[in-house]
């Protein structure tokens, strides 16, 4: 079966800033498609959970705080990248909009809930190493493009 990286609160690991998870509702039909490979580059680069919410600014990812979680971040992200790549991980399904885990949109450094297009920390990598990112809201995309 094809491996496939997914983030850890999709799969309903209690890893969110929050503390809580963004449980996915179809998991079973990934599980029965694909060997899952959790991972939350947060917490493998470091931080806590539960955490302040972070955004990217600039070339930065600061929390709400002011503080800069930058380092933290790559970190997870090449974690999560070498996880990928010692899996053979060529797909991945990330968190939407997550500073660390966001494709194609993330939001905007404000903490107003402004979205603009980007792609966050990990998610930027993967796709630098030639890895498909989808998000939560592609999963039909993402069964799809397996099938192809």
Do not use: W
């Not at 609160?9 to 963004?22: A, P, S």
């Not at 600061?62 to 053979?88: I, P, Q, W």
């Not at 809930?113 to 990112?133: P, Q, S």
């Amino acid at each position: 079966m094809e491996k496939l990286l997914i983030s850890a609160c999709l799969y309903g690991e209690k890893c969110r800033y929050d503390g809580k998870d963004n449980l996915l509702s179809r998991l079973d039909l990934l599980k029965e498609k694909f060997t899952l490979i959790p991972i939350c580059p947060e917490v493998s680069g470091g931080l806590a959970t539960p955490r302040n919410p972070s955004e990217i600014i600039g070339k930065s990812v600061v929390m709400n705080n002011g503080s800069d979680v930058t380092a933290e971040y790559k970190k997870g992200a090449e974690a999560a990248l070498k996880t990928a790549l010692d899996n053979g991980c060529k797909v991945a399904l990330m968190k939407a909009k997550s500073p660390s885990c966001g494709s194609g949109k993330i939001y905007d450094g404000t903490f107003s809930k402004t979205l603009v297009d980007g792609d966050g920390i990990t998610a930027r990598l993967l796709k630098e190493h030639g890895i498909k990112v989808f998000d939560e809201t592609q999963v039909s995309e993402l069964l799809e493009y397996i099938k192809a």
